[in-house]
């Protein structure tokens, strides 16, 4: 994002941008950063004071004489509504405009159900969860769906789960309620967020893989979210594997990684192999047990992922690849195979550095980027101006005009 220089005026968009990160936190710093006069920042600081945005502190003073009056980034000043929605656990919750979970819940849903049930229950759910809180203070709505999702429009396409969803436009669904910014995206982008953002911020690029019932990976390049031109990138579910053994994928193809090595073609591998298996954790306790055919089969499954991600790191380079969902995190025989291969056939340029971890968030990593993906988006300099009517409509006449 370009800096906006003296010439162009910083916004009180821009301003707050400017109190969030540090960059300046006194009124006389903004105006030594942005150029402007001292009327101009009292207006846009008033503003932000006025939308509860920003608050003031005084410090003590030290050294005697009068203590500047800092400016802070108010967390308090609104909430986000957030829901991780999964094909088995679905994660509610409100947030700050810190990101900091103030209220949530989990529960098991049956999200095949579809939109009509499911999202009725997620505003219920959001209601119950604000309490006392107005309706006014929701600043915006983030939620992952476990579904491609087309992201400017918050439409669903080809879920993987449950067909009731394809084609559902999810947010003006919300908007009835909560008249805000609505933002939608695949379940697996949201973990990757809330990994980089929670984890490793520091770091520009990281593929975030889930191995669930089904396979997926959220890509941050260049410090952002990589989806693509209307939102698929990442789908690495679909890429086919060599030598399957031509086993008919649900999207149609055969061979897809997701169709010979998800957590659903565990189950029926092992059940073919006479293993009375019903869920994740049955398998779970028998690679505990030592099970000699389940261990084999479940490496062969991470063989099988690490095929295809040394692959997607040729092409992204990450700097970490981050393996979460519950059968990642169920199975260690599964993490080293996908590590064994990635290293093998992956360029040396691309693993030189390469750390292939576990996911640290588990679940929460869901939460936290939906709040992230929003909170991002609500208090961007352009949507903050778009709610500030004045200063977005006429920066430049504002400049000369005296506090009011
Ligand atoms: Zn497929």
């Not at 906006?4 to 821009?14: D, K, V």
């Not at 986000?80 to 999964?86: D, K, M, N, S």
């Not at 994660?91 to 095949?112: I, K, Q, T, W």
């Amino acid at each position: 994002m370009p800096r906006r220089t003296a010439a162009t005026l910083a916004t009180s968009g821009e301003v707050l941008r400017l109190i969030r990160t540090g960059e300046a936190v006194t009124r006389a710093d903004l105006g030594r950063v942005t150029g402007l006069s001292r009327p101009a920042v009292q207006l846009r600081v008033g503003e932000l004071l006025e939308r509860g945005l920003v608050v003031e502190r005084t410090d003590a003073p030290s050294t005697g004489g009068r203590p500047p009056v800092r400016l802070e980034f108010n967390a308090a000043g609104g909430v986000v509504l957030v829901a991780a929605l999964g094909a088995s656990r679905t994660r509610v919750a409100v947030c700050d405009l810190a990101g900091e979970e103030l209220a949530g819940r989990e529960f098991s849903m049956d999200v095949e159900e579809g939109p009509n049930v499911v999202l009725p229950l997620l505003m219920d759910t959001w209601d119950e969860l604000l309490g006392d809180r107005p309706h006014s203070m929701i600043r915006g709505v983030g939620m992952g769906v476990p579904a491609t999702v087309e992201f400017a429009e918050g439409r669903t396409e080809s879920a993987r789960v449950m067909a009731s969803w394809t084609g559902v436009v999810i947010p003006p669904i919300i908007r009835e309620r909560f008249p805000v910014p609505v933002l939608v995206d695949n379940d697996v982008n949201v973990l990757a967020i809330g990994e980089h953002r929670g984890v490793y911020p520091e770091l520009g690029d990281l593929m975030f893989v889930k191995v669930s019932t089904r396979i997926g990976a959220g890509v941050i390049a260049g410090g952002g979210i990589l989806r693509g031109a209307l939102g698929a990138a990442g789908e690495i579910g679909h890429i086919p594997v060599l030598d399957g053994g031509g086993v008919l994928c649900r999207c149609g193809n055969t061979d897809c990684v997701d169709s010979v090595a998800s957590g659903t073609a565990l189950l029926r591998d092992l059940r073919a192999l006479g293993k009375d298996v019903k869920t994740i954790a049955d398998v779970t306790a028998l690679v505990r047990a030592g099970d000699a055919e389940t261990m084999a089969t479940v490496r062969e499954a991470g063989r099988r992922i690490g095929e295809v991600l040394a692959g997607a790191v040729n092409i992204l380079n990450p700097a970490v690849v981050v393996l979460g969902g519950d059968v990642a995190e169920a199975f260690g025989p599964l993490v080293s195979s996908i590590r064994e291969v990635v290293y093998r056939r992956s360029t040396a340029l691309a693993t030189r550095r390469l750390r292939i971890e576990p996911s640290r968030l588990g679940a929460g990593a869901g939460i936290t980027g939906c709040a992230v993906m929003v909170l991002d988006h609500v208090l961007s300099p352009e949507a903050v101006d778009e709610t500030m009517t004045v200063t977005a409509l006429r920066p430049d006449a504002l400049t000369a005009r005296p506090a009011g």
